[in-house]
C-alpha cells in the first residue's frame, strides 16, 4: 500500500541518513539487498520503524508487486535505486541508482548519506541568514507595544483620539493591536518556518515537482539541491 502523509513526515533526514549508512554497511560487507530489506523488515515491524513503511514496499516492489512504481523508460531492472523512486526524495534515490549501475552499491548509499548532510547544512545555512530579518521584525513589534502600552495612553489624556489627525488614528488603531499582531507574527511564522523546513525534506509529489519551478521558497530550496 502507498506511504501516508504522516508516513512520509516521518522519514525525516536523521531516519533516512542512519537507514543509507546501515544499508550502506551491510552491502559493503557483502549481504545482498533482499535478504537486507527481508531482516531489516522482521525487525522494523517489530519497533515500529519509521523507515518500515519503506521498507516494506521496497521489497514488494522488487518481487514485482507493490504500489505507486514508476515504470522506466525501457528498463525493466529493478534494484534499490528504481524502486525508492517515490519513497525518497528523487536525488538521494538517483545517487542510489548510479551506485548500482557503477557496481558499488554501498558507496551509491554512502553518497546519499552525504547529500542528506548537505542538504541539513543548507537547512541550518538557511536558519541562520532569516535570524537578521526576523530580529528587525522582533525589535519593530516590540516598538510598536511600547508605543501602545506607554506613549499612546499618555497623548489620550492630552487630547481625546477623535481629536487626532487621521494618520495618527490609524498609526494608534495598529499600535492598539500590536500585541495580538506580534503574538500572532510570531507564533504563525514560527510555526510555518518550521513546518516548510520540515515539509520540504520529506514532500515528494508532482504537484511539490511545479511549486519547485514557480513559488518562492521552494524554488531557492530547489536551486541549493
Known amino acids: 500500500m502507498p506511504l501516508t502523509r504522516f508516513q512520509r513526515l516521518q522519514l525525516t533526514t536523521t531516519v533516512r541518513l542512519e537507514w543509507y549508512e546501515a544499508m550502506a554497511r551491510m552491502s559493503a560487507d557483502g549481504f545482498s539487498v533482499a535478504d537486507t530489506l527481508a531482516e531489516m523488515q522482521a525487525e522494523y515491524i517489530k519497533i515500529k520503524h519509521p523507515m518500515y513503511p519503506v521498507v516494506r514496499e521496497v521489497l514488494l516492489r522488487l518481487r514485482g ?3 505507486g512504481r514508476k515504470k522506466s523508460n525501457g528498463n525493466s531492472i529493478r534494484t534499490l535505486g528504481t524502486e525508492l523512486n517515490g519513497l525518497v526524495p528523487n536525488n538521494e534515490a538517483l545517487l542510489i541508482e548510479s551506485g548500482e549501475r557503477a557496481g558499488d552499491l554501498a558507496n551509491g548509499l554512502r553518497r546519499a548519506a552525504e547529500y542528506v548532510r548537505a542538504t541539513n547544512r543548507l537547512g541550518s545555512e538557511v536558519k541562520a541568514a532569516l535570524i537578521g530579518p526576523i530580529l528587525l521584525l522582533v525589535i519593530l513589534l516590540a516598538i510598536l507595544v511600547f508605543f501602545s ?11 481625546p483620539r477623535i481629536r487626532w489627525p487621521i494618520w495618527a488614528r490609524r ?14 507574527l510570531i507564533g504563525g511564522g514560527g510555526l ?5 523546513l520540515q515539509l520540504a525534506k520529506v514532500w515528494i509529489s508532482p504537484t511539490r515537482d511545479r511549486l519547485d519551478m514557480s513559488l518562492w521558497p521552494f524554488t531557492t530550496t530547489a536551486q541549493m539541491n
Open 149 to 159: 502600552l506607554n506613549v499612546l495612553p499618555t497623548f489620550a489624556e492630552i487630547s
Open 192 to 196: 510555518l518556518l518550521a513546518g516548510y
Open 65 to 67: 508487486s507493490g504500489t
Open 171 to 184: 498609526y494608534g488603531a495598529l499600535a492598539d493591536m500590536s500585541i495580538p499582531l506580534t503574538v500572532g
